[in-house]
């Protein structure tokens, strides 16, 4: 088997391992933040969504390197 | 993988879907802004309206890094960027134009053994789906950070680099601007590929729903993605600005 598909896979899994833990940890204060201060919604919702953006780019660059691995690009 | 048309000059080789992708975008950007500004109103229109609020919002985005005067100074910086890479990212998910090719073409870099590869080529793509506009917009910022805080104070811009912490700031230097840019593209190139691989690899009435879903996701990630490098990119500019570095 070719040792570059098994490396691109082990990426883009371990990459949505990571993923899920950074996004599950900050979502879940989320929550607890409108049950606590419902009025605080849209403030916490921009906030949210930025530190969402920054949590998902080492995955997504993990994920883009690996399917440039899968492709045989590098 | 889809083709793209190269063209080598002057021993570099260039990708014609980005530049035609990047100018399409620029011309957007141009024109919309243009229609918008030609025939202003104290009652704006739609379009006038939408424009403003784009001003605003990028107002806000100034405002997070600098003080209110500096902020306006810089304002027109963070709204070319903003609109720029909003435009860019939206492109790919929006229209994929792509040609049948079934001869070899050796002046636009498709040969042979790339035919046999796959028949598509691609003559439009997001610009930002490609480490090379992105590496060259951060290198660009971080170039002009970097000119921004000499010109502030040659000492204390030295200084910063030579305390005992010093080897890290250097290394930071150079790392600011790799993970800006890969940030930008990585995102914008697993989208664009993921929407490539649903549409060529297996039956459509199975992959034309989660694509749709996708194609959704990706208009949002491009939209938050283009902010956080517009808000990144002015947080680089006003740390070497700042006295206390």
Redesign the interface.
């Known amino acids: 088997m070719d040792l570059n598909i098994l490396a691109g896979a082990i990426m883009i899994a371990f990459a949505a391992l990571g993923a899920a833990i950074g996004n599950s940890n900050l979502f879940a204060k989320y929550i607890e933040g409108i049950a606590r201060q419902p009025e605080s919604q849209s403030k916490l919702f921009g906030q949210t969504m930025i530190l969402f953006g920054l949590i998902e780019a080492l995955p997504i660059i993990g994920v883009a390197l690996g399917i440039l691995l899968l492709f045989g690009v590098i | 993988?889809e083709l793209t048309p190269k063209v080598t000059f002057l021993g570099l080789t260039f990708d014609l879907a980005v530049i035609f992708g990047s100018l399409l975008s620029a011309a957007i950007v141009l024109i919309v802004t243009i229609l918008a500004t030609r025939g202003r109103k104290m009652r704006p229109g739609k379009l006038q309206n939408l424009v403003e609020m784009v001003i605003d919002f990028s107002r806000g985005i100034a405002r997070m890094s600098y003080d209110d005067r500096t902020a306006e100074k810089y304002l027109g910086f963070t709204f070319s960027l903003f609109l720029f890479i909003l435009i860019a990212n939206q492109l790919g998910v929006i229209m994929m134009v792509s040609a049948e090719a079934h001869h070899a073409i050796p002046s636009l870099g498709i040969t042979e053994e790339l035919l046999k590869q796959s028949h598509e080529i691609s003559w439009l793509k997001s610009p930002t789906a490609d480490l090379n506009v992105t590496i060259s917009m951060a290198v660009a910022v971080a170039l002009f950070a970097n000119y921004m805080g000499l010109r502030k104070s040659v000492k204390g811009y030295f200084k910063h680099f030579l305390s005992p912490l010093g080897v890290l700031h250097v290394i930071e230097e150079f790392s600011k601007p790799a993970?800006h840019a890969?940030?930008l593209?990585?995102?914008i190139?697993?989208g664009e590929?993921l929407i490539v691989i649903m549409l060529t690899k297996g039956p459509i009435y199975l992959t034309g729903l989660p694509m749709l879903a996708w194609m959704g996701f990706s208009v949002f990630?491009g939209a938050?993605?283009a902010?956080?490098f517009t808000?990144l990119a002015n947080v680089y500019i006003a740390q070497k600005m700042s006295s206390d570095h």
């Open positions: 993988m993970t890969m940030r593209w990585a995102n190139f697993a590929v990630v938050i993605q902010y956080i808000v």
